[in-house]
């Protein structure tokens, strides 16, 4: 009786929680280091910019424990990119995004800000982007 | 299936760059926004929004001054948006202290610490333990600014700790009149009463002095245990534990305790928490919301085979979590003797009429303090707060369970949603003329005021 009741909980829960693996590539060990050391250390080029980089978004986005994607990681924004492009973007940065609070944490940025600040974040030092 | 101790729970989910001598860029942006062209803010939730003319991050005590005297009025401070009230919204002006942040000073023999008022909390543990020193108690999570949390009294657990405003012992504010002003309990000591629970209404606070203590080691211990026990062995954990508070899941019968102690075991951190609890019960209250027996039975017998979890970490670790499943929120602060029957009437109520709901309920203790609009003054309490997933309306589900709060003597939190008004605080707060009085000296042209602190201090 018992293990008939857990598996009918279990499906119950799995359907609720949504469990879905997303198929990526794999990606090596080497290249996921230099992914996050890379994150660690760049700012956009701009002063002005580059301070509210580092106010508002490196805490989030140079952090491999946060979830957020990281900067110039671009294998994880591109999907995001495809998907929503950067008008979508923008609006979750706007509205709050899962721990991303309203304003992207940046109280005093513009829209312009907010655009140049996710596409410092979704390109690579290679030029590479989406 | 096994459910995680923390998926259960309601978690859903830089040292800011001190004085960096850049001017506050937008300000200079003349002439007046139109509608179309300006930003909407909106907090946490997103229950709170306005399009304010300004959103401006000054770098000094001098640019908070300079807003003070040229912006668009209103003007709000705001921390990082986590209140669910309406204590930020205006057209006019949003002052953020962002880039007034870090620590400043500390002195090893007081064990204080001076910090800038836009601190996250977050931001501030490994600073400070570079320091020697240690927050005394944190609230459940560390995004907020300690600016915010002191002006509504933000609190933690345990019933040997008060609010973080308890441990402010001065600080700096920008007057309506420009004036940069330092209180303490020696120098203006009735602004010093007045302004450690402020709501953003008496000047733009911008460094704060903190009672700190030792940096500290926390063994973190979560555990199930059924509700009518936990009913009878509550105030016995209360005094065991360094800290302790619960969580009821509605509609289970089942409540998670969890207590701090101070510790010199070795590290144990946690492993990585995921977020899928609190989402669990929803879908089980969706799926099973008509059946509450069944839905009582998956949710008790999926707690019971969870075993009991420790972890052992820095304090500025332990005490926060993620909350990423968002939420509205009510809480108010009860007279500590009232709490638990109000807790229990509340269950009564929502599980007797069935009430769709699943964010568990949680319940805290807090030390009472002297600071004359904290919650906790005069009084040892106990918190209740009820939450409400944030595309839900929470009002009919608040409006139900806020009269049982408001009957055995609760005050609400300042920052969380209640229906309160003036003459309701002149009965529940003793010192609320005296807080007047100093919001009046203070600020006599209302340059600070928004539609909801005029309800809040009857000025509307
Ligand atoms: C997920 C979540 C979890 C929470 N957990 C807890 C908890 O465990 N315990 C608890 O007690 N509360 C909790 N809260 C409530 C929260 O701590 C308070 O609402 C707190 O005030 C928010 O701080 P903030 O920095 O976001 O400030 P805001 O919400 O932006 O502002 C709060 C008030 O502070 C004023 N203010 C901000 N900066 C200044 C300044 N420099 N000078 C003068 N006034 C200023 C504002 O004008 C406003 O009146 C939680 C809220 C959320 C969303």
Request: proline residues 0%; charged residues 30%.
């Given at each position: 009786m018992k293990p008939a009741i857990l598996g009918a909980k279990a499906l119950l829960l799995a359907t609720a929680m949504g469990l879905a693996a997303c198929g990526e590539a794999p990606q090596s060990a080497e290249e996921r280091a230099a992914i996050i050391a890379a994150a660690e250390t760049r700012v956009p080029s701009d002063a002005v910019l580059a301070e509210k980089y580092e106010r508002a978004c490196q805490a989030c986005h140079a952090d491999p424990e946060n979830g957020a994607p990281l900067s110039g990681d671009v294998r994880a924004w591109t999907p995001r990119m495809e998907a929503r492009g950067t008008e979508g973007l923008l609006q979750s940065t706007l509205n709050g995004f899962e721990g991303m609070p309203p304003l992207g944490a940046c109280p005093d940025c513009g829209i312009d800000d907010f655009e140049n600040l996710i596409a410092f974040m979704a390109t690579n030092e290679n030029g590479e982007e989406k | 299936m096994s459910l995680s101790r923390r998926e259960m729970m309601m978690q859903g989910a830089a040292v800011a760059a001190l004085a960096t001598g850049k001017p506050f860029s937008a300000f200079a942006e003349t002439p007046a926004k139109t509608q179309e062209q300006r930003i909407k803010w909106q907090n946490w939730s997103g229950g709170q929004s306005c399009l304010p003319e300004a959103r401006l991050a000054p770098a000094t005590a001098a640019e908070v001054a300079e807003i003070i005297a040229t912006s668009t009025k209103p003007i709000r401070p705001v921390g990082t948006g986590h209140s669910f009230t309406a204590l930020v919204p205006t057209d006019g002006t949003i002052m953020s202290?962002?880039?007034?942040?870090?620590?400043l000073e500390t002195n090893d023999e007081t064990m204080e610490a001076t910090v800038g008022a836009g601190s996250k909390l977050g931001d501030l543990g490994a600073p400070l333990e570079e320091k020697g020193q240690a927050l005394i108690n944190m609230p459940d999570i560390n995004r907020q600014t300690l600016a915010g949390s002191i002006s509504t009294s933000t609190h933690g657990t345990g019933e040997n700790f008060g609010s973080l405003s308890s441990y402010v012992t001065g600080l700096e504010l920008v007057s309506a009149a420009g004036e940069t002003i330092w209180c303490d309990k020696d120098q203006q000591p009735d602004l010093f009463q007045a302004a450690r629970v402020s709501l953003g209404s008496l000047g733009i606070i911008t460094k704060i002095r903190l009672q700190n203590r030792t940096p500290h080691r926390i063994n973190k211990r979560t555990w199930v245990v059924p509700f009518d026990e936990m009913m009878e062995q509550a105030d016995t954990f209360a005094a065991e534990n360094r800290n302790f508070e619960f969580y009821y899941i509605p509609f289970s019968s089942m409540c998670m305790g969890i207590s701090h102690n101070e510790t010199d075991e070795p590290l144990a951190p946690s492993s990585a928490e995921d977020d899928d609890g609190v989402m669990t019960l929803k879908a089980l209250a969706d799926y099973l919301g008509w059946a509450p027996s069944l839905r009582e039975y998956f949710i008790r017998s999926a707690l019971e085979d969870l075993p009991e979890e420790t972890f052992v970490d820095t304090s500025w670790k332990v005490y926060p979590s993620d909350r990423n499943v968002r939420f509205n929120e009510m809480e108010y602060h009860l007279p500590r003797e009232n709490a638990l029957a109000a807790l229990k009437e509340i269950r009564t109520l929502v599980e007797g009429e069935n009430i769709d709901l699943f964010f568990p309920w949680e319940f805290r203790y807090v030390k009472s303090d002297d600071i004359w609009l904290s919650p906790f003054q005069g009084r040892e309490s106990c918190s209740i707060a009820i939450h409400r997933y944030y595309e839900e309306d929470y009002k009919p589900l608040f409006s139900a369970v806020e009269p049982i709060l408001q009957k055995h003597g609760g005050r609400p939190h300042w920052g969380k949603l209640h229906t309160l008004k003036a003459p309701d605080f002149a009965t529940l707060y003793p010192n609320w003329n005296d807080f007047l009085t100093v919001r009046q000296a203070m600020d006599p042209d209302g340059v600070f005021l928004n539609d909801h602190l005029r309800e809040v201090f009857g000025l509307a």
């Open positions: - | 202290l962002d880039r007034l942040s870090g620590v």
